[in-house]
């Protein structure tokens, strides 16, 4: 199957190519000028290693939590894209293809949701499969919710920025912590193999925000 994966919603923007059992990579920081690149950036890709778009077989994309702005971004790319093509699409919870970067028993996945806020789930691996044990949520850094489970992992790029208040809630716990910027775009395209449908059909292809709620108003900022 030939796939064609895309994330914008953190840090370091990527793209993906993959077919079969090879994967080509690029990523990118997460920049304003890369953001409007990126479609040219995925024409290069395929180009580069002898693809068009009608060769390919899905599409999928990283669909949040993380950057509003940069979720939609990759999001309107891929529906334009599966649209054009009539490709299956899928979006990727980011907080679920940070859990499968390791694919431990539990992980506590966090990204940095920026207003001083995170986005926070945990996530368990049975069965070759990924559940979140109980919802997906944001909140300050020092409201992290009480996790029951022993050596998790905790990943993500909230780790780093809210590192002393991780480890107040979860010390007691044993955590590994992976504090790395990541790349979403190949294991996202490796965890939308099984999902896509037939044809092209947005029901398995919604933004996920979380909050909705993007900015403070000018008041708000002058409080804070």
Known sequence: ??????????????????????????????????????????RLLLKENSFEF???????????????TGVRVACGIAYGIAYAQNLPIVGINTLEAYAAIHSKPYTISCIDARMNQVYI?????????FNFHGEMMVVDPDKLP?????????IGSGVRPYAKEIKKQYDHLNPIIDDQEYALAEIIGHLAKNRFAKNFNLVYAQPIYVRDKVAYTIKEREAD
């Open 54 to 68: 009608s060769d390919l077989d899905g599409i999928t994309f990283g669909a949040g939590p993380g950057s509003f």
């Open 146 to 154: 009480d996790y029951q489970c022993s050596n998790p992992i905790i």
């Open 121 to 129: 789930a945990g996530v368990e691996f049975i069965d070759n499969a």
């Open 1 to 42: 199957m030939k796939i064609l994966s895309l994330d914008s919603s953190g840090s370091l923007f990527s793209i993906a190519l993959m077919t079969g059992n090879q994967s080509f990579l690029k990523t990118y920081p997460a920049n304003k000028e890369n953001s409007e690149n990126l479609l040219s950036e995925i």
